[in-house]
């Protein structure tokens, strides 16, 4: 098996079409994916552009076992190593063994596994760069990579330990096959109530919600960051692209961590973020809490 320091590094940029940016694109859209387990409600929902299109990928090796198709998130119940699951993605679209992502390959994965602008990939991807970029240059090196890799193979085994101990009702302590498909369709709907809940809290947030909310949007009658006075026009949606004065995007996850309601994260608030979002990761706990306001 190559090493995954050979595999990131050796992304093709000569061939027609395809230049840096596209590459790393392809490998952080892998990224993302080998952090979404589908036991997981705070995952990115993997493939699903391709599953929106009526396609789905063909061939390519497997990522957790067979019968599981590239395009799709890691599976539940899988050995938890989040690093080799995404070596597996990147093995899968190495079409020719290259051991190089080339242009092709490289859009055929960002086809298979994109999302859309604002969707749950990019809030995803939002809050991995807020917990382990830290050095803020909007790209997760090798090391900063191994540390996202670590937490969330720890989180996919506290997911998994919890969902065992709760359906393993014989207590042998392993769930047979009866259980473990009554595992699934459990934790299936409880992905989808949180999704759910998720994606109310951050429309309320970036679209209403209360005073608060709107100052950090510049839609208040005060002198805030992006209000009338200001230069800003107003803090977006986490995820939206777009940034304020303060050099980023605004949501709930920011929301939660400003203490002092500056409409920016200082220092010291960005290291509580990552240190207390750092612990849910590894529990298993949802990452965003409730909509603050």
Sequence with gaps: MRAITKLSLLVALATTGCNSETGLTALDELMVTSLSGAEDSANAEAGR???????????????????????????????????????GYVEAYDEDASGEIDSAEGQEIVREHGGPAGGPRDHFRH????????????????????????????????????????????GDGQLSPEEEEEARAAQAALVAAEREETAACEQTC?????EASAA??????????????????????EGSGAAPDDGGPWGPLEMEFDADESGALDADELATLREVMRERIRSGARPQQVCVD
């Design 127 to 170: 809050m991995l760069n807020l917990v382990y970029d830290l050095d803020a240059d909007a790209t997760l090196s090798e090391s900063e990579r191994a540390v996202a890799f670590e937490d969330f193979t720890a989180r996919c085994e506290a997911i998994h330990a919890e969902v065992v101990a709760t359906h393993d009702t014989d």
């Design 49 to 87: 552009a391709e599953a929106e299109t009526g396609g789905g990928a063909t061939g390519g090796g497997q990522t957790a076992g067979e019968g599981q198709d590239r395009s799709d998130p890691p599976p539940m119940f899988r050995d938890c190593d989040a690093q080799r699951t995404f070596e």
């Design 206 to 210: 970036s679209r209403g919600g209360g």
């Design 216 to 237: 950090r949007r510049g839609e208040g009658e005060g002198e805030g960051p992006g209000g009338p006075g200001g230069e800003g026009g107003g803090a977006p949606a």
